[in-house]
């Protein structure tokens, strides 16, 4: 006894399936840079923070602020040295800062 598949009685139908002969889209790929991106090159300084630590510290700074909850668009001098003073809080806190 022998078997037979689709594929020997209808051989045309083996290039009919998608994705033999075409690549595949990869699905729900970001075509943006998100909001850690976008703070790391408007703010080189902080490129080599966490993209959490750098989103949260932006909301923080924005919510603070009483500022709208949105991702930046440009530089603003505020921000950096909202920074430097949350730092320096801490260290005092911590009894670092003289």
Do not use: H
């Not at 037979?4 to 943006?32: S, Y």
């Not at 090159?41 to 949105?70: C, G, H, K």
Request: glycine share 6%.
């Amino acid at each position: 006894m022998t078997s037979t598949t689709l594929g020997n009685l209808f051989p045309e139908m083996r290039n009919v399936a998608p994705g033999n002969d075409r690549k595949r889209k990869p699905a729900n790929r970001i075509t943006r840079p998100g909001t850690a991106e976008r703070l790391k090159a408007l703010y080189p300084e902080i490129e080599s923070w966490n993209p959490v630590f750098a989103t949260q510290a932006w909301f923080r700074w924005l919510s603070e602020n009483d500022m709208e909850l949105v991702e930046p668009e440009s530089r603003d001098e505020r921000f950096p040295d909202y920074l430097v003073g949350l730092i320096r809080e801490k260290m005092a806190e911590m009894g670092l800062w003289l």
